[in-house]
């Protein structure tokens, strides 16, 4: 398995992240001025100062002149984002890829009210055309994926909505040339990039804020319980090969509750794992990945009842920690992919199943 929207959809798309030193403060980026010399990100105040370049994923450069005021996203979890910096108003158009009951609790009300613009419901569900993304008349575009924006598979290319005059970000977090991330240090510039973008700056800095906040009490109920680090494998019911989450989003989550990534120097993204390498990291607790097309109870009992895998250690002592394909991909809303990989350890360690 690989990250794109639900995978069903476009081919593999696996995200890798590289590690920024955590903000300081929350302050804004300093050197962040393009090679042909367009103004660096500033503020007076915590407002914007127009034109301002923001630099995205793979170092890409764009300057805006203005915030923007019609936007259209290209999948929920930048539309999460843009919602819990309440920013509703601006979006004009959003592709949705959760099906329903698995959408986030606190925006979903609000994302039921957004003008939907691809077929949404079902794991079928496909990017929207370029014709119809251009009808929205957008000045802004944007996602956490690769794929919305490569040729074979998105709308359009960031070059061809910018021939169309048209500003397209895609965030830091799930960027795929990245490096192993091990922290939440890229979601918070992505929140801190949007606040400058949108002039909302001290929205965004109350929002960082927060989230550190949850992340320190979920560390602190980690200390607490006096869980160990544990090598932790993922599976989402695939059948061919073990399912896996990348090494972005997924191994911050993993590291910020005090364990391992099993998989963390196998997992490329160049091709599947295989079940002989999930059988050699021999994980202690199994990472059941849900919503995506098989529950949690389906894909322990594969895993049970396989041959192979019945006798690794996770999987012999009904070691699972069930979090959502959802909650594990860069928005505000991986803070509760973390709650639930961490109340999930507490709870095996509360059954006396892991020491």
Request: overall charge negative.
């Amino acid at each position: 398995m690989s990250r794109t929207p639900h995978l069903k959809v476009i081919a593999l798309a696996v995200l890798a992240v590289f590690t920024l030193p955590t903000l300081s403060a929350c302050g804004p980026s300093s050197g962040d001025t393009a090679a042909s010399g367009s103004p660096v990100i500033t503020s007076s105040g915590q407002r914007t100062v127009y034109p301002v370049t923001v630099t995205d994923c793979d170092g890409r450069k764009t300057t805006y002149t203005k915030a923007p005021a019609r936007v259209v996203t290209f999948d929920d979890n930048i539309t999460e984002t843009l919602l819990s910096l309440g920013l509703a108003d601006r979006i004009v158009g959003a592709t949705k890829f959760d099906v329903p009951g698995s959408e986030w609790a606190p925006t979903k009300a609000q994302m039921d009210a957004l003008p939907m613009i691809n077929k949404t419901g079902t794991l079928s569900s496909g990017y929207p055309s370029k014709e119809t993304v251009v009808a929205q008349n957008p000045d802004l575009v944007a996602s956490v994926y690769e794929s919305a924006f490569d040729k074979a598979y998105g709308p359009g290319t960031h070059e061809s909505w910018t021939a169309l005059g048209v500003n397209s970000y895609q965030t830091l977090q799930d960027c795929e040339t990245n490096k192993a991330q091990y922290d939440f240090s890229l979601l918070y510039q992505d929140i801190h990039n949007l606040g400058v973008i949108f002039d909302v700056q001290d929205r965004a800095t109350a929002l960082i804020q927060k989230l550190q906040g949850e992340v320190s009490e979920l560390q602190a109920r980690v200390k607490a319980a006096g869980l160990g680090s544990y090598r932790i494998g993922t599976h989402d019911g695939e059948q061919a090969h073990p399912g896996t989450m990348g090494i972005t989003t997924a191994n911050a989550i993993i590291t910020q509750a005090g364990s391992t990534y099993a998989f963390l120097n196998d997992d490329t993204g160049a091709q599947p794992i295989s079940w002989e390498t999930f059988v050699a990291r021999d994980p202690q607790v199994i990472w059941v990945i849900t919503d995506l097309g098989q529950t949690a109870t389906q894909t322990e009992t594969q895993l049970e009842n396989d041959p192979r895998t019945r006798n690794v250690d996770g999987v012999l002592h009904k070691r699972f920690v069930v979090v959502s394909y959802n909650d594990a991909v860069g928005s505000p809303r991986c803070i509760d992919g973390l709650r639930h990989m961490v109340h999930g350890l507490v709870s095996l360690k509360q059954q006396g199943v892991l020491s």
